[in-house]
T-cell receptor, first 109, second 112 residues
Framework: GQNIDQPTEMTATEGAIVQINCTYQTSGFNGLFWYQQHAGEAPTFLSYNVLDGLEEKGRFSSFLSRSKGYSYLLLKELQMKDSASYLCAVRDSNYQLIWGAGTKLIIKP | DGGITQSPKYLFRKEGQNVTLSCEQNLNHDAMYWYRQDPGQGLRLIYYSQIVNDFQKGDIAEGYSVSREKKESFPLTVTSAQKNPTAFYLC???????????FGPGTRLTVL
């Protein structure tokens, strides 16, 4: 079966750095996505990786290793507004998105 | 402004009633999707459509139906056959199946 694993919850301090990991086992691979979802709201697109390596976008970076079935989302200079769930999703061989359950990130002052 | 709209934001229905959730987009996207989100679980695909007048079942299509008569619209009907319909329903669209998906604000359906 297809599976996306991410930690259920993480806590970090305002101003610090946090890394959210995602491991996947899917039938085929056509890209990995990270989304942010605030409570009660819709997910919003953060990043996309299809080749190995690091993609940087402001305070957020995303890394991919296809051989290891592994990705992480790195958030720097954490702000209180970064408190949200972070969803990892992989597009499989049928081009469908397979979603992880999300990591709830709690930021403390 | 371009975007995806879903209405209503909150919906209450009695058990045994069919209900239709609307999804409209003015992004000129070909592909549209319906997901269901339950606490502690990843998004699960109900139905998707890659082009007008064509749609495919996702992983949990039983008890749901859709139509795609216009490019802009992809309504979802939750029928009385859906055994556990209370959930947060999200509609999404993308330029094509290979691109990132953009989500509407969602409809929270509660069946009493």
């Amino acid at each position: 079966g297809q599976n996306i694993d991410q930690p259920t919850e993480m806590t970090a301090t305002e101003g610090a750095i946090v890394q959210i990991n995602c491991t996947y086992q899917t039938s085929g691979f056509n890209g990995l996505f990270w989304y942010q979802q605030h409570a009660g709201e819709a997910p919003t697109f953060l990043s996309y990786n299809v080749l190995d390596g690091l993609e940087e976008k402001g305070r957020f970076s995303s890394f991919l290793s296809r051989s290891k079935g592994y990705s992480y989302l790195l958030l720097k200079e954490l702000q209180m507004k970064d408190s949200a769930s972070y969803l990892c999703a992989v597009r499989d061989s049928n081009y469908q998105l397979i979603w992880g359950a999300g990591t709830k990130l709690i930021i403390k002052p | 402004d371009g975007g995806i709209t879903q209405s209503p934001k909150y919906l209450f229905r009695k058990e045994g009633q069919n209900v239709t959730l609307s999804c409209e987009q003015n992004l000129n996207h070909d592909a549209m999707y319906w997901y269901r989100q339950d606490p502690g679980q990843g998004l699960r695909l109900i139905y998707y459509s890659q082009i007008v007048n064509d749609f495919q079942k996702g992983d949990i299509a039983e008890g749901y139906s859709v139509s795609r008569e216009k490019k802009e619209s992809f309504p979802l009907t939750v029928t009385s056959a859906q055994k556990n319909p209370t959930a947060f329903y999200l509609c999404a669209s993308s330029i094509s199946e290979t691109n990132s998906e953009f989500f509407g604000p969602g409809t929270r359906l509660t069946v009493l």
